[in-house]
């Protein structure tokens, strides 16, 4: 018989995944592209007035668009919305604050401003050691509630999962979140976010 030695087993093996890489990039590269670019032009935001956001229980711890409001500038917005939405919703209290941290490129000074406080008051919360306590969120919908030249609101309508180390699925729930996306310097940024 004729056996395949080793190194040609392993160029074998090599070739075939590749192939079925390329295949599953091809077939799935729109869908992979503008989770790519609405991660990076996205960011998560709870209001930045104090009263009108709480620190959701368990937690330890804008996007840039340089087009004017039309059509093409708000379904642009709308996805960076979806995009900030999830980051924004999913946390943990192991996550020190990374769904905050890591949004505030997409952020004003004004959000950003809110978030450095959110974290700081709610840092003596986020004791290690405590069992596990995640959510997850994924962005359903989206609705403009408002449009202006330089202001844009936006609803983002989403499914939330609690998880904690004992049980996978605790609870799951629907929730919205209004983001109010500014122009600063030319780019679409969220300067306001309020779960309701």
């Known amino acids: 018989m004729n056996y395949m030695s080793r190194s040609q087993k392993i160029i074998l093996i090599t070739v075939v995944v590749v192939i079925i890489l390329a295949i599953l990039i091809i077939l799935f590269w729109p869908r992979l592209k503008d989770q790519f670019v609405g991660a990076s032009q996205t960011g998560p935001i709870y209001s930045s007035s104090d009263a ?31 995009s900030f939405a999830e980051r924004f919703g999913s946390y943990s209290n192991q996550g020190n604050f990374e769904n905050l941290t890591d949004l505030y490129p997409f952020m004003t000074d004004k959000m950003r401003s809110w978030a450095d406080d959110f974290i700081v008051k709610n840092k003596t919360q986020a004791v290690t050691g405590t069992e596990y306590l995640g959510v997850t969120t994924k962005a359903l919908s989206t609705k403009i509630v408002e449009q202006e030249k330089n202001k844009i609101i936006i609803t983002v309508s989403s499914s939330r999962r609690e998880s904690t180390a004992t049980k996978i699925n605790n609870k799951i729930y629907m929730q919205d979140l209004q983001l109010v996306f500014v122009r600063d310097n030319d780019l679409w940024k969220v300067n306001e976010a309020q779960w309701q």
């Not at 620190?55 to 917005?77: E, K, M």
């Open 52 to 82: 009108s956001v709480t620190a959701p229980s368990g937690v330890a711890g804008g996007g840039a668009v340089t087009v004017a409001p039309t059509v093409s500038a708000a379904t642009t917005v709308e996805a960076m919305a979806r």
